[in-house]
């Protein structure tokens, strides 16, 4: 075969044909499996935030552009809590998001961490066991919280939940997270129109800079 420019773009094309075909194979053969663990994951972290429950009910809202998933669990035709997946784009590195459980009277009974990718052994102490943003909210209802502009705040910007060490902008996501839940929860349970709940920091001044927490154990965070 000749080298002319009708051959080698033929070539390209066959070439780019076949790639393309083989990762649409690739992309079916994967797609169910990856579906099937998500649905796995889901199913333990709604075990983890709720208490116990027989079936769920899912809704899907919208708060700050952002969909958030509320699962309304019940037992013997009961209400036993509702389990929110929310999520935050305020993360240090990105996307945040949380399961959080709340018992039906609004008492926080667990958060999960779905995903993060925050700044390792700084930001992704989110989702250790015990950690101190777990437990400024664990067992406590969030209206009864030191609330700023009716939202939770990291004790920096005037709450009462206390952040993580040198990662004041992963603890921000993490509570902007918590508050779009809360919102959300308030919405399914109560019938209370949700509203935007982003703040970023409850600092304007620091959510609009971004500054790095570079004063706090300097770290870049």
Same mark, same amino acid.
């Given at each position: ?24 194979v690739v992309n079916m053969i994967t797609e169910e499996p ?13 075990? @983890?935030?709720?208490?116990a429950f027989d079936t769920t009910e899912e809704q899907t ?14 037992? @013997? ?37 779905? @995903? ?36 939770? =705040? ?52 620091? =959510?609009?800079?971004? @500054?790095?927490? =570079? ?7």
């Amino acid at each position: 075969m000749k080298s002319t420019l009708v051959n080698m773009t033929a070539v390209l094309f066959v070439i780019t044909l076949v790639a393309s075909a083989c990762v649409g194979v690739v992309n079916m053969i994967t797609e169910e499996p990856i579906a099937l663990a998500k649905e796995a994951a889901t199913k333990a972290a709604l075990t @983890e935030v709720l208490p116990a429950f027989d079936t769920t009910e899912e809704q899907t809202l919208t708060i700050d552009e952002l969909p958030i998933t509320v699962y309304t669990a019940t037992k @013997e035709g009961s209400v036993t809590g509702y389990a929110v997946q929310t999520m935050t784009k305020q993360g240090f590195n990105g996307v945040v998001r949380l399961m959080v459980g709340f018992k039906p009277d609004g008492e926080v009974v667990n958060v999960n961490v779905l @995903e993060q990718s925050e700044t390792p052994g700084l930001g992704t102490k989110m989702a250790d066991e015990g950690n101190p943003l777990l437990g400024s909210i664990q067992g406590q209802k969030l209206e009864n919280k030191k609330l700023v502009d009716g939202k939770l =705040a990291v004790t920096k910007d005037g709450g009462d939940v206390d952040a993580l060490t040198a990662a004041t902008i992963s603890s921000r996501a993490y509570v902007d997270a918590v508050n779009r839940a809360w919102m959300a929860y308030k919405s399914v349970a109560t019938g209370v129109e949700p509203t935007d709940t982003a703040s970023g920091a409850s600092n304007p001044a620091a =959510a609009e800079t971004n @500054e790095p927490e =570079a004063q706090e154990g300097g770290q870049n965070e």
